[in-house]
């Protein structure tokens, strides 16, 4: 079976994890080079990274904006720093925040808004910036999760705003196993980051444990061996693996104050190395979806944009469980990437009563399903005849 996901991990980078070879300062120093600014500042999570971002730039007690279609742990970090989250419904053309709506959202008490590039779609850069000219009080902090070097017409994402947070688990364009990444060009901000971190966060040690996390990983999610993984997924065995929420909490995973090691720092360095040629095949992969979907599944296709990193190629159909259940039937797992809105999950109901409406997110987690857009030719072309023997 494919599966939705798979990390561009191979025996090398496991060989590697194992060895340690380099320190987390390196991962650091080339984390930032990749991404053309002057300092990165290293994290067990891209979570723990916001929440120590937000520490720093003291913003407790603020209101912060975010796309109501997000991941559930961004507004998990906001409200466990203390601040207010306030969250912004999808424009109506993409998957990102709607743009206005967040300028109208903004009061005296605004922080700083969060600007998520979903699914690796380049936010409006030309309107982030005349928003953040017109409201000098409001922080600009990209969420750089799905994008990492995402461009807006030849613009990086992430050198746009305060500093920029990254997500680097396996589930990820790039992973260094476990791990988050703070980068900025603000030289005071990266050294209180660092004083932070290294007050609140505890040692990871050499990681050998995340090593062998890493290669089970691989291995789970080879497609010869994932027929037999999805099973006992279906099963529920390995769901406090895998099951990354509960819709009544606010919490954090127990090890979010353990910092990343020498295991992580040295597939991370890897990963850096590799970055371009991740990206290249997963615009290869979205192209060839989108033209090879063409005629069966004309109006589900997401837009193809320049500069979009595509970390999911996300359809948009009327029964996504549905097409799920029938793809899985024939060896292909479908994702359903964000089936929550934000603001109407139990824990957040409440909090949120007087914000929104959300009618466009509702109508994206009612409608979206990903793709595989890790796999390679052959298998996105089995993708593609499955789709269309499903459609
Ligand atoms: C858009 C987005 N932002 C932030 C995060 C947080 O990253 P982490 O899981 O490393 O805490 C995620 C996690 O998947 C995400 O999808």
Redesign the pocket.
């Known amino acids: 079976m494919i599966p939705r996901l798979r990390p561009a991990i191979g025996a090398a980078d496991i060989a590697a994890a194992f060895k340690g070879g380099k320190s987390v300062e390196e991962f650091e120093r080339t984390f930032a080079t990749l991404m053309g600014q002057s300092h990165a500042i290293a994290f067990p999570?891209?979570?723990?990274?916001?929440m120590v971002l937000m520490e720093a730039m003291e913003l407790k007690g603020r209101e912060i904006i975010l796309p109501a279609y997000?991941?559930v742990?961004?507004a998990h970090?906001i409200v466990l720093s203390g601040c207010k989250p306030v969250f912004v419904d999808s424009e109506t053309d993409g998957f990102n925040m709607d743009l206005d709506k967040a300028e109208a959202a903004i009061t005296a008490n605004t922080g700083a808004i969060i600007a998520?590039s979903?699914h690796g779609y380049p936010v409006d850069l030309d309107r982030l910036d005349a928003i953040a000219a017109r409201h000098p009080h409001v922080e600009i902090i990209q969420?750089c999760?799905?994008s990492f070097a995402a461009e807006w017409h030849g613009r990086p994402v992430q050198k746009h705003g305060r500093a920029a947070?990254f997500?680097?688990?396996i589930?990820?364009l790039m992973t260094s196993i476990f791990?988050?990444m703070i980068t900025t060009d603000d030289a005071d901000l990266a050294e209180r980051l660092r004083a932070l971190r290294d007050h609140r966060l505890e040692g990871g040690g050499r990681g050998v444990s995340r090593a062998f996390y890493l290669g089970a990983a691989a291995t789970a999610l080879a497609p010869p061996v994932f027929t037999l993984v999805k099973r006992i997924a279906d099963l529920g065995l390995i769901d406090r693996f895998v099951r990354?929420y509960d819709e009544t909490l606010i919490d954090m995973p127990a090890n979010h104050l353990v910092q990343i090691g020498r295991a992580e720092a040295s597939v991370g360095v890897r990963q850096c190395a590799a970055y371009c040629g991740i990206i290249d095949r997963r615009r290869r992969i979205a192209a060839f979806y989108d033209q090879a979907l063409a005629d069966a599944l004309p109006d589900a296709r997401p837009p193809l944009v320049d500069g979009a990193t595509y970390s999911h190629y996300v359809l948009r159909v009327a029964d996504p469980e549905g097409l799920v259940s029938a793809a899985a039937r024939r060896g292909i797992e479908l994702g359903r990437l964000i089936d929550y809105c934000v603001p109407d999950m139990m824990a957040y109901r409440d909090m949120a009563s007087t914000q929104g409406p959300f009618d466009q997110t509702r109508r994206l987690n009612a409608s979206v399903v990903n793709l595989p857009v890790w796999v390679n030719k052959t298998q996105a072309r089995r993708v593609v005849e499955t789709l269309h023997a499903i459609t």
Do not use: P
């Open positions: 999570y891209g979570r723990t990274a916001q997000t991941c742990v961004v970090a998520t979903i969420d999760a799905h947070i997500g680097l688990n589930s990820k791990g988050g990354y």
